[in-house]
């Protein structure tokens, strides 16, 4: 043993496996938990009485507690928008097709949506969304109960009213 | 020595640790805590120049997951910020030099992170080399227990020195309401305990808990007014080892040595003795010893007041609990002690600790007057 080994060990693995146990949050089992129900909840910021959605328990502008749940709109208007033409790890839909912000009747931050039942080329900033969510029974109380958003029909919304909600 | 800017203590707001709060996710424990401490000091967020939190991604299970604090920190209109995978009390620390550099007056620093969510033990492994010691599945508690046996095999300390110094703890913590574990337990019972890694008993180490922790620094001029009794930085110093363990002498700490004589010169402190009270980040009583062989702190003396809070063994919160440390320096010199308080304490001495076997040494000297006129 005097002298090193002809082939030398180049490699070594390790396998990480990290389990994790996440706490939702009183704030945000009660959101959760309203999915089952198609409800959208959010927190109101106690000085300025915006709507923040997911809840959140202050308001990071504000600095104030957010504590009160209120309900909003499961519909809402495209904001922003972007065409994914790259398949990405853990969503197998068709390409392209269209991630949008969308600000949801009644709050004052967006949230991410997926558009469908349109052509991405027709989706555009002040298109009118609604959530379609899983049927009745099927729905868990996590963000996969809303499948996608759909456009409503309705006119676009003006330009001022959603331009400060991105 | 060179006379420096005296920066204070002005606020410190925790969390009572639990071991594992099931209603708020780790920023929703921050936020509050945010609060006290702003409210205790008589400030807004707008009074706050600077802040550091130390969290740490692998515990949050999120890459980034420190960004998330900066919604609950007051974050708003964006001021300077930073972040340590470090105990808030290296954050604390940071603040300070920063203090120094004489760009910020007052500075928020926080810790805060969910032990309860992942596996600590397994997270922690990954702090250390891959090839070596990751590999054979060394946890805080087996690298403690070498550092418990080297220790035991060069000054010839017994389990009952060990099982003393962990009562002594127990006792003490009872009556702080923010610990984990406030039940007293006497040296005898501690002795009974089984092994975890042997020569470490059950009893001598602190179960895995959480929190969060907000402290405000503020210099010379601010400090006055967010304080009734600021409690001044008079030194302080931060030394850090060697990643291999085989490559120092785990029976002693050189880093904690040399940190101390640092922050003593620094703060004309002649000696341990000379203070009223001191508190240590020990995650076990063997770690306790070797800090106080370090410091050169007799543990059987009456001065300094060793651990009066009952130490990191009735509670030792990731992220937080040397930054508890410092902060119940600042609670026994600035009249906010309750039951725990030390009498006529007027000058401190805080340490915190992270990695294996005291990588990490940060040891604070803190008094109640200005330290430079």
Redesign the interface.
């Known amino acids: 043993m005097n002298e090193p080994p002809k082939e030398p060990v180049k490699y070594?693995d390790?396998s990480?496996?990290?389990?994790?146990?996440?706490?939702?949050?009183?704030?945000?089992a009660s959101y959760l938990r309203a999915l089952k129900d198609k409800k959208l909840l959010g927190s109101k910021c106690s000085k300025t009485g915006k709507v923040f959605v997911p809840p959140?328990?202050?308001s990071?502008?504000s600095?104030a507690p957010a504590d009160r749940l209120i309900e909003v709109k499961d519909r809402g208007t495209v904001t922003t928008f972007c065409i994914v033409n790259i398949p990405v790890i853990g969503r197998d839909l068709p390409l392209p097709y269209v991630a949008a912000s969308v600000a949801l009747d009644g709050a004052d931050i967006s949230i991410f949506a997926l558009i469908q039942e349109c052509a991405p080329e027709h989706v555009h900033m002040g298109m009118r969304v609604e959530a379609v969510w899983k049927p009745d029974g099927e729905r868990q109380g996590d963000h996969e109960d809303i499948l996608y958003f759909r456009p409503t029909g309705e006119p676009d919304a003006p330009r001022a009213s959603y331009i400060n909600r991105l | 020595m060179t006379a420096l800017r005296n920066v204070a203590i002005v606020g410190f707001a925790q969390l009572p640790i639990v071991a594992?709060?099931?209603?708020?996710?780790a920023?929703?424990m921050l936020?509050p805590v945010v609060r006290q401490a702003l409210a205790d000091c008589g400030v807004e967020?707008d009074d706050i120049d600077y802040q550091i939190a130390g969290s740490t991604d692998?515990m949050d299970?999120r890459p980034f997951g420190f960004v998330a604090a900066?919604?609950?920190m007051?974050?708003?209109p964006p001021r300077q910020d930073l972040h340590l995978e470090m105990d808030g009390a290296f954050c604390a620390y940071y603040a300070w030099v920063r203090m120094q550099a004489g760009d910020c007056d007052t500075a928020l620093v926080v810790g805060h992170g969910?032990t309860?969510?992942?596996?600590p033990n397994?997270?922690l492994n990954?702090s250390l080399d891959?090839?070596y010691q990751?590999?054979i599945g060394l946890d805080p508690t087996s690298t403690a227990a070498l550092q418990a046996s080297a220790y035991m095999a060069r000054t010839g300390a017994t389990d009952r020195d060990l099982a003393t110094m962990a009562a002594r703890n127990r006792s003490a913590g009872a009556r702080n309401p923010d610990n984990q574990v406030r039940q007293p337990a006497t040296t005898e019972e501690l002795l009974h305990t089984p092994w975890a890694v042997e020569p470490l008993r059950q009893g001598y180490l602190p179960p895995i808990g959480e929190s969060a922790t907000c402290m405000i620094l503020a210099a010379e001029g601010k400090a006055e007014k967010m304080c009734n009794r600021p409690v001044w930085i008079h030194g302080t110093d931060h030394r850090t080892e060697l990643q291999t363990l085989g490559a120092r002498d785990l029976s002693r700490s050189a880093g904690a040595t040399l940190a101390a004589q640092k922050a003593f010169a620094m703060a004309g402190l002649q000696r341990a003795a000379d203070a009223d009270v001191v508190e240590l980040t020990a995650a076990t009583p063997a770690e306790e010893l070797i800090l106080c062989e370090a410091l050169g702190i007799d543990p059987k003396a009456s001065r300094p007041a060793l651990n009066p809070s009952g130490g990191a063994l009735c509670g030792n919160p990731v992220m937080s609990s040397g930054l508890i440390r410092l902060g119940e320096i600042f609670r026994q010199l600035s009249g906010r002690a309750g039951e725990r308080a030390v009498a006529k304490a007027r000058c401190g001495i805080a340490h915190a600790a992270q990695g294996h076997c005291l990588q990490q040494n940060l040891v604070w000297v803190l008094g109640t007057e200005r330290r430079w006129s």
């Open positions: 070594v390790a990480v496996r990290l389990p994790y146990h996440y706490v939702a949050g009183d704030h945000r959140v328990i202050c990071p502008e600095f | 594992r709060d099931e209603h708020r996710m920023t929703e936020y967020r692998y299970g900066l919604e609950v007051g974050s708003w969910k309860s969510e992942g596996e397994r997270i990954l891959p090839y990751a590999a």
